[in-house]
């Protein structure tokens, strides 16, 4: 199934649970996936979110997501965004590539768990943390992204379980106050 040429997000979930499987989100003005607010939930397998004008998938608002076997790229923004206190996003089996900003970006309390993450050929970097309450990363590479492979404030290099691996990476470690 392909939702590609919407005026806002290709879709929005907002309240509930979505499964969706074998799609391809692109060319949307906005997010291709926008999953806001406490009650709403995905489970994404085997699709792609590709060259859409703000972000591949964005979480907030305290909605969880699980992705699975799916590749986000040359999305005008960030591959994955999550944000909010209680927002989760689970990666497994994830490629985000090649998308304006970065590869994946935290901030204000999420979570992310990243487990066979590959994040590589982002313009600015592959991870940016920010104020961030658990950042979970297993058998996860960002290489040759253009600035940093992994962005983080002190606070959020705290809460880190695991290590970061990546070919010519640098770790910025940036006050809260300059990161923006």
Same mark, same amino acid.
């Given at each position: 199934m392909e939702i590609s040429g919407s005026a806002n997000h290709g879709m929005a979930v907002s309240g509930g649970l979505a499964k969706i499987e074998h799609c391809r989100f692109s060319g949307n003005h906005w997010d291709g996936l926008a999953v806001?607010?406490?009650t709403?939930? *995905?489970? *994404? !397998?085997?699709s792609i979110?590709?060259? !859409?004008a703000d972000h591949g998938v964005d979480v907030w608002g305290g909605a969880t997501a699980l992705l699975e076997s799916s590749v986000i790229e040359r999305n005008s923004k960030s591959g994955v965004v999550v944000s909010g206190m209680k927002s989760l996003v689970t990666l497994v089996d994830v490629h985000s590539r090649a998308n304006r900003e970065c590869g994946i970006y935290l901030s204000l309390g999420a979570s992310l768990t990243a487990e066979r993450v590959e994040v590589s050929k982002n313009r600015f970097s592959g991870l940016i943390a920010?104020?961030?309450?658990?950042? #979970?990363? =297993? #058998? =996860?590479?960002?290489? =040759?992204n253009g600035e940093f492979g992994y962005l983080m404030d002190r606070n959020s290099m705290q809460v880190l379980e695991g290590e970061f691996v990546g070919k010519e990476n640098k770790l910025g470690l940036r006050s809260q106050k300059r990161l923006k």
């Amino acid at each position: 199934m392909e939702i590609s040429g919407s005026a806002n997000h290709g879709m929005a979930v907002s309240g509930g649970l979505a499964k969706i499987e074998h799609c391809r989100f692109s060319g949307n003005h906005w997010d291709g996936l926008a999953v806001f607010g406490p009650t709403s939930s *995905v489970h *994404v !397998n085997d699709s792609i979110f590709q060259g !859409n004008a703000d972000h591949g998938v964005d979480v907030w608002g305290g909605a969880t997501a699980l992705l699975e076997s799916s590749v986000i790229e040359r999305n005008s923004k960030s591959g994955v965004v999550v944000s909010g206190m209680k927002s989760l996003v689970t990666l497994v089996d994830v490629h985000s590539r090649a998308n304006r900003e970065c590869g994946i970006y935290l901030s204000l309390g999420a979570s992310l768990t990243a487990e066979r993450v590959e994040v590589s050929k982002n313009r600015f970097s592959g991870l940016i943390a920010q104020r961030i309450n658990l950042l #979970k990363w =297993s #058998k =996860s590479d960002a290489s =040759s992204n253009g600035e940093f492979g992994y962005l983080m404030d002190r606070n959020s290099m705290q809460v880190l379980e695991g290590e970061f691996v990546g070919k010519e990476n640098k770790l910025g470690l940036r006050s809260q106050k300059r990161l923006k």
